[in-house]
């Protein structure tokens, strides 16, 4: 007996393959998926397809993908900033275009810890984010920075870091005319 090909079949968080479930059939002993997957933990699994069609067996297997956190390192939780401030953070461990797919980061800031609504949002291919707006005063702000793959999926965000804006400084230029 011998394999005319293969069927794999994964599901994300359901070992028993009852929630919606993807296949794909291949005529390799190997599959690469396109898009990618999002971060879970994912069951999956393989049988041999005969010449007649009959399906064999499978044999189950379980894999967990997710990616590592970027760190917020400033503004730091509790600190005080002014007008606007400059976000760092760090890049995620290991993390470049061609190991872990890793394209942009995702930051999101919010007046309320649930990120509902957001205050201001943007994807860049930076570490760092300076906001072209000045900041609202005497408010409270959350923010967090997740990864954000080729595929546009998200990695985890780091937990929200809570920084407290007090009052801004402004700069008036006097207008000259000629």
Same mark, same amino acid.
């Given at each position: 007996m011998s394999a005319y090909k293969y069927r794999i079949q994964w599901s994300l968080g359901d070992p028993l393959f009852n929630s919606p479930t993807t296949e794909n059939d291949t005529?390799?002993?190997?599959?690469?998926?396109?898009?990618?997957? +999002?971060? &879970?933990?994912?069951y999956w699994r393989v049988a041999m397809i005969d010449g007649n069609g009959k399906l064999g067996g499978?044999?189950? #297997?379980?894999?967990?993908?997710?990616?590592? /956190? +970027?760190k917020p390192l400033a503004p730091v939780n509790g600190s005080t900033i002014h007008a606007t401030p400059t976000f760092t953070w760090t890049a995620a461990d290991g993390v470049t275009p061609y190991v872990f797919g890793a394209a942009s980061y995702r930051l999101e800031i919010s007046q309320f810890p649930t990120f509902v609504p957001l205050y201001d949002s943007v994807t860049t291919v930076n570490t760092s984010f300076v906001p072209s707006k000045i900041y609202d005063i005497n408010?409270?702000?959350?923010?967090?920075? +997740?990864?954000?793959?080729?595929? &546009?999926?998200?990695?985890?965000?780091?937990? +929200?870091? /809570? /920084?407290?804006?007090?009052? #801004?400084?402004?700069?008036?230029?006097? /207008?000259t005319r000629h």
């Open positions: 005529e390799q002993s190997y599959w690469t998926p396109r898009g990618g997957f +999002a971060d &879970g933990t994912y499978y044999s189950n #297997a379980v894999f967990t993908k997710q990616y590592p /956190i +970027a408010k409270t702000y959350y923010w967090r920075v +997740a990864i954000v793959d080729l595929n &546009g999926k998200l990695g985890p965000f780091s937990n +929200a870091t /809570i /920084i407290i804006k007090t009052n #801004a400084f402004y700069c008036y230029l006097p /207008i």
